[in-house]
């Protein structure tokens, strides 16, 4: 997952409460992008960004909202978390073989 | 509602076995197919990708087969090993690339 650091690894967090997640990366990539993984889905895009403040929705937006104020971060951030955004979060990005290359990933437990 | 469909959901096999993973999608706008490998507590790494205007592509030992009339595509892994033991994922899209759809992945076991 060269280039891509997200973080937290893992987090653990109430209903109700508001959540960030953080995404780097180090390759000036314009295109950054949030997923989600949950077992019989596959992953889901959340949102993407094609630009600083460029940002677009994607098929599972709903609670969630993104921000892209430099080109190496990318933030998502689950306004009242719910039950049912646990999950696994991966960022991801464009490369110039027309592939994404994913980071690491951030598991999400709302309790 | 999911546009790419995947089966099997697992799969085992022994080593030295070819293991065939399938892809189905609807819509016939997307323009580029590739498969993802994903190995526990990592995110999914770029395996092998294809475009309609072929109808396979070789990578090593992986192999895409790609059918446009049927909206099928599959992978297979010649001389499987244990250490391709891993979640598998098709996926498509189309123009841009900045809506890439999924499919819901492959547990896939070789045994020693």
Redesign the interface.
Known sequence: ?AG?TQSPRHKVTETGTPVTLRCHQTENHR?M?WYRQDP??????IH?S?GVKDT?K??VSDGYSVSRSKTEDFLLTLESATSSQTSVY?C?T?GN?????????TRLTVV | QQQVKQSPQSLIVQKGGIPIINCAYENTAFDYFPWYQQFPGKGPALLIAIRPDVSEKKEGRFTISFNKSAKQFSLHIMDSQPGDSATYFCAASMGNNNDMRFGAGTRLTVKP
Not at chain 1, 40 to 45: N, P, Q, S, T
Not at chain 1, 97 to 105: A, I, K, L, M, V
């Open positions: 997952d891509i295109y992008y019989g889905h596959g992953l889901r895009l993407y094609y677009d994607g098929e991966f991801a464009i073989n027309y592939g994404y290359t994913f980071g690491s990933g």
